[in-house]
């Protein structure tokens, strides 16, 4: 089963600062997250950028598409993967790693992420979790790299979440806390894979999530869930 802290901090700390940049990470730092969970994607000249919308313009307000957008034009707020993974090692920060794939490049983004961890991921730090959505980047990933732990995400929990689990050699399933219910969370564990749920704010509400059997909580605000959780 994976090793994953109680608590990751989504796209940094986003509820204190810009999601997926810098000063989110050291914010989630200061914080007291161990890990962040962030979101990667290509420019147009295939550089792995943090970036979750396919456009830049609700984090940036520049209106253009990330695929369409050469590294060298990117905003200063918007760091690539490797100036992400730099800061992660100064910080001490672990990472889960969506891929979060333009249309048409799963496989492209997948392979481009795995080559990027496996030439600048440190040692010292644990290794990365990589997650997605995106069923055929998580099969890209697992081929090209099968030593990184891989995690599905659902957004919802159906009768078939086991057999797209396994499809994609994932030991974890990633899933929208407020849909979860107990059953479901207590079939996920008893199969044997980490169960870990977003976007979570709420003290009270990681709480009841960890008491069905949820291993780790994704949130904005990981002070918040820390102190609920201690």
């Excluded at 009768?159 to 979860?180: F, H, P, S, Y």
């Excluded at 008893?190 to 059997?213: E, H, P, Q």
Aim: proline share 6%; glycine share 6%.
């Amino acid at each position: 089963m994976l090793q994953l802290p109680k608590v990751i901090g989504h796209r940094g700390a986003a509820a204190y600062a810009p999601e997926n940049t810098l000063d989110s990470f050291r914010e989630a730092r200061r914080r007291g997250a161990a890990w962040v969970e962030i979101d990667v994607k290509l420019t147009a000249d295939s550089v792995p950028i943090v970036m979750h919308d396919s456009s830049l313009k609700r984090t940036t307000g520049i209106d253009r598409l990330a695929a369409e957008i050469r590294a060298a034009d990117l905003p200063k707020d918007v760091p690539t993967f490797e100036q992400a993974i730099a800061c992660f090692q100064e910080l001490g920060l672990g990472c889960n790693v969506e891929i979060k794939p333009c249309e048409g490049r799963e496989t492209e983004t997948a392979r481009v992420t795995v080559e990027t961890l496996r030439r600048c991921w440190p040692a010292q730090l644990p290794p990365p979790l990589l997650s997605s959505f995106a069923e055929g980047s998580l099969a890209a990933a697992r081929q090209a790299a099968p030593e990184f732990d891989r995690a599905l995400l659902l957004g919802e929990i159906r009768d078939d979440w086991q057999a797209r689990t396994e499809a994609v050699g994932a030991k974890g399933v990633n899933t929208n806390g407020q849909k979860l219910t107990a059953p479901r969370a207590v079939e996920i564990r008893k199969a044997g894979f980490t169960l870990s749920v977003y976007t979570i704010n709420d003290g009270d509400v990681a709480r009841a999530l960890v008491a069905m059997g949820v291993d780790c909580v994704i949130t904005d605000a990981p002070d918040v869930i820390l102190k609920a959780l201690a």
